[in-house]
């Protein structure tokens, strides 16, 4: 606790600090009667006009840093459970059956042979088989629906639902597809939602997938854990204001954030490649604003 209480100390004119509660001067108004609660986090400030609340991160976004050992206080802590037993991947192995109509299925989504045969993807009657591999183990699956009387174009085109499956056990929003020693030192990453781009996208320019629109307290912390300096969003485009507020998020832990907007297409890959590499490439090499997140926003 003690750093957290030097920090305050240091960074405000702490008057007075009474149990679990240091008083200065609203950072907002400077009103006298504000306190901050050290162990939870939250400030009040008594001025009627005023009456902010503000958390430990709203008063480092303030000062621009915070304590130096400051992760520690996310709140609530991630706790990650990893089964102990071994996750059993359904289906047989694509890249050796030579399953044909979900070969073409997978390559009219970008994915090669060797990206299937890489990521040991496999099929059943009723669905591919993405394995999750983290550090070298299989911690989830996704398994997507498809249909095979359709053309192997259309084959992901399908009502049945559930359109995703996966593993009991492990939250899929704990990982980060294809985490491992590469990724770490990776100095930029590209997230997208769909599994698939991912994939296909993955050596083209440091593209993974969060399975969806939402950075979860895990997912963060693996980012921030590693030598990723740049994440750079390329989500749907209905996904909006999640990803400013994935964005506020990954700018308080440091991480520059450039975030891929669309003007015609809602989705990456509904984007003409050409203008999405482009985009992608222009927020690699860009240096975003001394606090908050660039925009790269593809016109079509
Ligand atoms: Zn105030």
């Known amino acids: 606790m003690s750093t957290l209480l030097d920090w305050l100390k240091a960074a405000f004119s702490v008057q007075y600090q009474k149990k679990n509660e240091v008083n200065f001067p609203c950072p907002y108004c400077g009103h006298n009667a504000f306190y901050f609660n050290f162990r939870k986090k939250i400030g009040y ?41 071994n996750i059993e991947l359904p289906g ?13 299925a997978l390559r009219y989504r970008g994915i090669s042979d060797r990206d299937i ?10 669905r591919i088989y993405i394995p999750i591999i983290q550090d070298y183990k299989i911690v989830q699956y996704v398994g997507r629906m498809i249909d095979r009387q359709k053309h192997p174009k259309d084959g992901f085109n399908t009502i049945i639902q559930p359109k995703y499956k996966y593993a009991e056990g492990n939250s899929i929003s704990n990982f980060i597809f294809g985490w491992g020693e590469e990724m770490k030192n990776w100095k930029y990453l590209v997230l997208v939602e769909n599994t698939f781009n991912a994939i296909a996208w993955r050596d083209k320019f440091n593209c993974s997938t969060n399975f969806g629109s939402n950075l979860s307290d895990a997912q963060i912390k693996l980012i921030y854990n590693s030598f990723i300096q740049k994440v ?20 308080t832990h440091g991480i520059v954030v450039v975030i891929i ?18 985009a992608i490439n222009t927020a ?16 079509e």
């Open 45 to 85: 400030c008594h001025r009627a006009s005023c009456g902010r609340k503000p958390t430990l991160k709203d008063l480092i976004q303030i000062k621009g840093y915070g304590p130096t050992d400051w992760p520690a206080y996310w709140d609530p802590d991630p706790i990650i459970k990893i089964t102990e037993k």
């Open 117 to 126: 045969c890489k990521w040991k993807i496999t099929t059943t009657n009723t």
């Open 284 to 299: 690699i090499i860009s240096a975003p604003p001394s606090y908050g997140s660039l925009i790269v926003r593809i016109e």
């Open 232 to 251: 750079i969003l390329a989500w749907d485009d209905d996904a909006k204001t999640k990803v400013w507020n994935v964005a506020q998020k990954l700018s």
């Open 92 to 104: 047989v192995d694509l890249y050796t059956s030579r399953d044909n109509w979900a070969i073409d």
């Open 261 to 278: 907007e669309y003007t015609q297409s809602n989705q990456p890959d509904q984007v003409n490649f050409k203008l999405l590499e482009a």
